[in-house]
């Protein structure tokens, strides 16, 4: 890759944090937000996505999780998780992306992101919580069981180095995870695990998707938002063949893409260093894939 394409994703950046942190907002105030986040995290996606949903300013702190930014001591005060988004309003702190976005649909309600009925609204919560209870880790595991291994791997070297990295991470279950997924790969049993419970989440995402636009109804939510970054990783791994046979998913991918929040939230942060390696690894790794759906399947 040439250096002027390796630095357009910074240029890039630079741009939006000038437009965003860099300049009065109205009323000649600064804002008073304030994102630690990185371009590729799903979880901060999802952040994004609501703040340009709401057209709200913000200054941005963005992370480098590969060089262990997250795991540094002026960061794990911040957040002893060593996660991100983190959100930083009038001196408050709040993690945790989900408990982010309900926190920025209440503090700056136009547009609204849940429905107006408390049903409604249950409905948009228990989705999302779905993603907590699982889901996100499973993402976890397929993403660096088919890609991010490589990038650890090649940049920490040594056995040595990779055990710091694991023993680094605060939470001792997704240390465990991703040990088992970086060494293993595509064949850990961890993995079959993951496919299995995607399948299953798109499968049900589909039935639901078949009486109404979004997720809960026919306008956007927090949920259908909190969703988005999940199918996007799965289009980046080169796994969106998983919903080949699922219609009503694939036309709300399609939709929520076309989203302002969407492009300005998500596209506008892909990172071009990582694409190329997410695609040709997913793409290698389909046939195994392919396999345990079929087996499901049967």
Same mark, same amino acid.
């Given at each position: 890759?040439?250096?002027?394409?390796?630095?357009?994703?910074?240029? &890039?950046?630079?741009?939006?944090?000038?437009?965003?942190?860099?300049?009065?907002?109205?009323?000649?105030?600064?804002?008073?937000?304030? +994102?630690?986040? !990185?371009?590729?995290?799903?979880?901060?996606?999802?952040?994004?996505?609501?703040?340009?949903?709401?057209?709200?300013?913000?200054?941005?702190? =963005?992370?480098?999780?590969?060089?262990?930014?997250?795991?540094?001591? =002026?960061?794990?005060?911040? &957040?002893?998780?060593?996660?991100?988004?983190?959100?930083?309003?009038?001196?408050? @702190? /709040?993690?945790?992306? !989900?408990? @982010?976005?309900?926190?920025?649909?209440?503090?700056?309600?136009?547009?609204?992101?849940?429905?107006?009925?408390?049903?409604?609204?249950?409905?948009?919560?228990? *989705?999302?919580?779905?993603?907590?209870?699982?889901?996100?880790?499973?993402?976890?595991?397929?993403?660096?069981? @088919?890609?991010? #291994?490589?990038?650890?791997?090649?940049?920490? =070297?040594?056995?040595?180095?990779?055990?710091?990295?694991?023993?680094?991470?605060?939470?001792?279950?997704?240390?465990?995870?991703?040990?088992?997924?970086?060494?293993?790969?595509?064949?850990?049993?961890?993995?079959?695990?993951?496919?299995?419970?995607?399948?299953? +989440?798109?499968?049900?995402?589909?039935?639901? /998707?078949?009486?109404?636009? *979004?997720?809960?109804?026919?306008? /956007?939510?927090?949920?259908? @938002?909190? %969703?988005?970054? %999940?199918?996007?990783?799965?289009?980046?791994?080169?796994?969106?063949?998983?919903?080949? !046979?699922?219609? !009503?998913?694939? #036309?709300?991918?399609?939709?929520?893409?076309?989203?302002?929040?969407?492009?300005?939230?998500?596209?506008?942060?892909?990172?071009?260093?990582?694409?190329?390696?997410?695609?040709?690894?997913? &793409?290698?790794?389909?046939?195994?894939?392919?396999? /345990?759906?079929?087996?499901?399947?049967?």
């Amino acid at each position: 890759m040439s250096r002027e394409k390796t630095l357009r994703p910074q240029l &890039n950046r630079l741009v939006f944090r000038l437009k965003t942190s860099d300049t009065l907002g109205e009323g000649g105030v600064k804002p008073m937000l304030k +994102l630690y986040h !990185n371009d590729m995290s799903s979880c901060a996606q999802k952040v994004r996505f609501v703040l340009a949903e709401k057209a709200v300013e913000w200054e941005s702190e =963005e992370l480098n999780l590969r060089a262990g930014d997250q795991l540094k001591p =002026e960061f794990l005060q911040i &957040n002893p998780k060593g996660l991100v988004p983190v959100l930083e309003h009038d001196g408050n @702190i /709040l993690i945790e992306s !989900n408990v @982010i976005i309900e926190y920025l649909n209440e503090v700056f309600p136009e547009p609204a992101l849940l429905p107006a009925d408390a049903y409604g609204r249950a409905l948009a919560r228990r *989705w999302m919580k779905r993603l907590d209870d699982g889901v996100h880790l499973e993402t976890i595991v397929l993403s660096f069981g @088919i890609a991010f #291994r490589h990038q650890l791997i090649a940049t920490l =070297e040594t056995d040595e180095a990779l055990e710091h990295h694991f023993s680094s991470i605060p939470d001792p279950y997704i240390q465990n995870v991703q040990r088992q997924v970086v060494t293993g790969g595509i064949g850990s049993p961890r993995f079959e695990q993951a496919i299995l419970v995607f399948e299953k +989440l798109l499968k049900e995402l589909d039935q639901e /998707l078949a009486s109404h636009t *979004w997720i809960v109804g026919d306008a /956007l939510t927090l949920s259908d @938002i909190a %969703y988005a970054p %999940y199918g996007t990783r799965l289009e980046h791994l080169h796994l969106s063949r998983m919903w080949d !046979n699922k219609p !009503n998913f694939a #036309r709300w991918y399609e939709a929520i893409k076309e989203t302002s929040g969407y492009q300005t939230g998500l596209a506008e942060w892909f990172n071009p260093n990582y694409l190329p390696l997410m695609d040709k690894a997913g &793409n290698e790794a389909w046939p195994r894939i392919a396999k /345990l759906l079929a087996a499901i399947d049967t």
